[in-house]
Structure formats: C-alpha cells, structure tokens
C-alpha cells in the first residue's frame, strides 16, 4: 500500500469520529426512541410483573431467553470471525476486524441485559453471587458471560491502543473534555516503539487465541441450561455444538450486515471491497452447510427412535402447529441464503446481505421454536401456547435497535477500521511466495 | 505430609467409587423395602390410588383454599386422561418430592432445598424468579407467581415459611409441599383431607404406614398388593409418590 492509500485509509477510518449529521441524528433518533420504548415496557414490566408478558404460572419461558440465545451468539460470531482471522493471518481482515469486535462488545452487552430482564426478582439479583449454587447451570451461565465480556472487552481495546494513539496525536489538544481525556488516558502513552508494538502483539495473539474457547464455553453452557433437562428437545447431547455452530452462523451474518452498513454509510468502498463479502460469504456458507448438517443428524437420531419425550416436539414441528414456521426456516433461513451466496454472478454484495438478513432472522426464529416448544409440549401437560405481548415486543424491538445505536455510538468515539491493523498487516515483509498462496488467505480480487 | 495427603485422597476416591459401584448394582427396589436410614424421623410419601378417583378436584379446590391461591394454581392437578381402549380415567398430579429432585440441583441460589422429611421446599425470600426449576422439572409441578395471590388477611399472623408459604411472593416460584405445616401437627394434607374417594394416602416410608383419612395401610405391603408404580419412573428422580394403577392404564409412565 503506496502513502497515498494510507493516507485515505487513516482519513476514511478517523472522519466519521467525533461527527455527527443530520442523518446521524435522525438514525440515531429514531433508534434511541425504540431503544427508550424497550425501556419504558420494561419499566412497566417491573411494576406489574411478568404477568404483562406472555410468560405465565406454567409457561416459564418466552421472546427474553430467545433474544438472550439470539444476541449472545452474534457476538460469538463477532469475536470469532475476528479472532480467526488473526489466526490465520488473513491479510484482508484489517479493514473489518475493528467492526466484527465493535459488534461482538455491543451485542454481548444487548444480550446480558436480555436475560435480567428476564429475571423476575431482579430485586435479588445479587443473591446469584451472594448464594451461587455450582451445580446450576445459570450458575456457570454468568460465570461463562462474565468472564466472556471481560474477555471481549480486553479484545476489543487491545487492537485500539494504537488508534487511540492516533487520535491523540491527531487531534491534540483540540478535542476537549472527556474525549481528549480518553484518547490521552486510554493510549496508555502508545508511541509505537518496538518494544510496545513485540508486547500489544503478543497480547493480541493470546486474545485471540483465547477468546475463541471463551466463546465456545459461553454458548455451550447456554445449550446445557436446555440441555440438561429431562424435556424432549432439549435433552440433547449435541446441542451444545448445534448452540456454537447456530452463534457463528447468525453471528457471521450480523457481522456481515454491520460491516455492509457501515461500509454504505461511512463510504468505506474502498477499502472494504466485494472480496471482504465475498470471503464473508464462504464462511457462511461453511457455516450454514455445518448447520444442517447438525440439525440433520440431531433430527434424524430423535425421529427415527420417536422416543415418547421427543415424539411431540418433533411431530410438533416436522407437521404439527409448528410446522408452517419450521419449513419456513429451513426454505427461508437456510436453504435460499445459503443458495443465494453460493453461486457466483453479479451483484454479490446485495446477495450476501439478503442471505444474512434471512440467515440472522432465521436463526433468531429457529431459536423461538427449539426454546419455546419442549417447554410447552409435556407427554401429560397440553399447556396453553405462549403469546408475546407487547411489552416482550417492545423490549426485543428496543434490544435490537440498542445494536446499531450502540455501534454509531461506539464509532463516534473510535476508529471505524483499524489504522494499526493495516499498518501491521502492509507493513509485514511478504513471506508468502506467489503459487503458495491460498486464494482465501491471499485476496485475488 | 504430601503422602498423608495423597493416601487419604486416595481413600476418599476408593469410597466415592465404591459407592458408584454399590448403586449402580443395587436391585432397583421401592424405597418402602429398603432399610430406613435411621438418623431418619420420617419420610413422607403420597400413595394415589387412580382406581378411586373420579376426577372430581375437590383436592384442587382445597389445596387451593389452604395456600390461598389463584385459581389457574393447581399444585395438585387432575389429569383427564385415556387408557388404550379411550375409557377415560383420572390422575391427580402433586410434586413428586423427589429424592433426586431436578429442580433443586439447577437452583442458581439454592433456594429450593430438600428437608431431612424428604420434603422439596422453596425459600421464596431467596428465589431470584429465573424459572429454571421450572425448565427442569419433568413433572410441570411447579408454578410461577406471575400475578399477585389472592388477597389474604393472614389470620394465624405468621410470616411465610418455606413450610408454609402463604402468601405466596410475587415473581417467584410455588409447588407443594405435602402441606409439611398440616403433617406437622398431625393434620392430613389439605387434599388427602378433601378427597370424598379416599384416593389419596399421605404416608411415612420409615414408619411404613399410610393412610388415607378413613383406613390405614401398612405402606410397603399395600405398594406391593397393588403393583404401585412412580411416574416417569425411568428419570431416576425418585419420587416419593406412588400411583396405583388398575384402569388397564399403561404402567410406569
């Protein structure tokens, strides 16, 4: 990369810091209203009880542990999309990995807060420290989700360092207040100096090589609080696998729709070009494929023995009441995305982000259908359907608009695209000889 | 000191995984036969025996009045159900009070707890309402407090116990409790007392004797006479309540 191209690359990545426009305002509006009606049903939630939701004396669970599963496993995605690509030196990751941890901080946050609204005492939500029982799954769940956002914290400051480095030199004693202070505090006096640069790297490699069993614990202890009980469907030994493969799947996808958006919005094209979707679009592929084959095989074992616990769920949703949803998902949430991405032709980057918007929506519904249909389908116990009401609506409408808001937010204080990154990844001497070079590892676009 | 510490580790191995293998190979038996432990005052045990009921929910209704809850609240429920031929028959439905209880190793604050009667109790001044006993029970025995209880002017002035959880807590989770606050005194459960059929036994696995408020049985005997079986049996939760077949129902489910 010529000075020339750095030099756009730094101002396209730092531009968009410290801005604000009247179409940023108006997103930003709009998303901060739906974000404060999720707060205000929940307010309301607090007040009455949960019996304004759907959730009643025998129906324990609804829309909140969906979107608990749901946004925990995006940032999954985020984290391990950017982690892998650390891993495996992918050259082309440096315009996109500030975005993928961006997302993965942003809706681990939207997730934790998911299940304490969830929680119907949260008056006692210190009795979970005060009293925690080790033998409880949701025990080993916010010991998992704790140490995961430290985790995912660590690994989405560490990269920044130098950028926040940048911004100090940059911006100088021009920006006052709490920014200047943050860019000066936070660079922890970053000069780039061998000796920080062999330590932030070394630092970064065992993030990235840590956060990766981080984020599969986290989702496998997530499939074990369904996992471990005696309800059909749920009592599964391959849904913890099934969990981590359905987080990278929606979690690529959701990486895949910020970096698009940001990419339109931020006028980042030139950087981040059809080959990032492109590469993209292979792992989810990869993903989707695995996907089905997971589902495959836990559907078939369960049908082909129709056990009693598990006959009406599957009969639930291969042909029951169900089972209009389910075929859906499949058609809909994977089979068409999955073909959509898979063929090559023009138009690529539309093509990938309709796949992920069928493949995200697909998957949070897939969540509501294998959460929500064990826990209502006992052998002897026809319990009454769960139906959201508005306050769950609200709440979930409020919790995915906290995404996108919490990422502009998130960018308006810090670099959209790693500066450092790219200079790591430019500046590297070229060890790859031409004919050795994988096509994905390399770029040939 | 490290050899000491080491011998003794190993010692603590050799009796966990004998104890493995010791219940691993035990015939599996009805509690009733075994040998009571006998630090053990009592056992409490329920016996329904579903040839009698007629499905009626007197013990619904009464359960209901002594923990004054809601009507959609039924910690004892009557299920209607079919046996092969379609004749219906009916089978009321209490929490198991499990020797292995499920819904008490997923408690993230411990506030369900087994006493030493062999009565799964909940604190509800602990309970964080996260419904996961709930998820856990393979029973569906378990209730969440989503509304309010019934206004109740509480006339014996007591605060709630987890023997005697009344009122129920808003947002937190209820079931029976074998009505441990009647037993204690010598009283009958509230729904063994209202079943006009004499279909319900309440019992003592230790003292092996149960009775229904009309006629007294020796337990064991009249669990084995009458071919009791546990409800899902196969879980391994170990309930503490029995059924009596006799419709030409399937057994064991």
Known sequence: MDRRAHERYVELAMRNIGKTGPLWWLVAGILAVLVAAGLFAYGYQIQRGHSVTGVSYTIFWGFYIVNFVFFIGISYGGAITSAILRLTNAKWRAPITRLAEGTALVTLLVGSASVIVDVARPDRILNLFLYAQVGSPITWDWIAINTYLVGTIIFFYLPLIPDLGVCRDTYGPAVRGLRGWAYRTLSLGWRGTPEQERALLGGIGIMAVLIIPLAIAVHSVLAWLFAVTAQGGWHSTIFAPLFVLAAMLSGVATVILVIAGFRKVYGLEEFITAKHFRYLSYLLLALGAGYIYFMVSEYLTEGYVQAAETAPVLQALFVGNYAPGFWAFVLGGLVLPLALVARSGPHLVARTCVASILVAGGMWFKRYLIILIPGMSGPLMPWELYKPTWVELAITIGAAAAIPLGLMVLFFFFPVMSVHEMEEVEGAPEPLRPGLTPAFAGGDE | ?253
């Open chain 2, 1 to 253: 000191m490290a050899s000491l510490s080491r011998r003794k580790l190993l010692g603590g191995l050799g009796t966990g995984a004998g104890a493995i293998a010791a219940a691993g190979l035990a015939p599996i038996r009805f509690e009733a036969e075994a040998a009571p432990v006998p630090a053990k005052k009592r056992q409490w045990a329920m016996v329904i025996d579903m040839r009698r009921c007629d499905g009626c929910k007197e013990c619904t209704v009464a359960c209901q009045e002594a923990h004054h809850l809601p009507k959609s609240f039924e910690w004892i429920k009557v299920h209607k159900l079919q046996n092969r031929r379609g004749q219906e028959f009916f089978m009321p439905q209490p929490c198991m009070q499990c020797e292995n209880p499920p819904c008490l190793r997923v408690c993230p604050v411990a506030a369900t707890f087994r006493d030493a009667e062999g009565i799964v109790l909940v604190d509800q001044d602990r309970c964080i309402g996260c419904r996961m006993c709930m998820a856990a029970c393979p029973y569906g025995a378990r209730y969440f407090n989503d509304v309010e209880p019934p206004a109740f002017a509480n006339p014996f002035g007591r605060p709630p116990t987890p023997q005697f959880p009344v009122p129920q807590q808003k947002g937190t989770v209820g079931k029976c409790m074998l009505c441990v606050h009647f037993t204690g005194e010598g009283k009958l459960p509230a729904c063994v007392e209202a079943c006009a059929m004499y279909a319900l036994y309440i019992g003592d696995l230790v003292a092996d004797v149960a009775t229904n408020g009309k006629e007294t049985v020796r337990l064991s005997k009249f669990l084995n006479d009458n071919d009791a079986f546990r409800y899902k049996e196969e879980l391994n939760t170990g309930p503490h309540v029995y059924y009596i077949a006799g419709h030409g129902q399937d057994l064991g489910y």
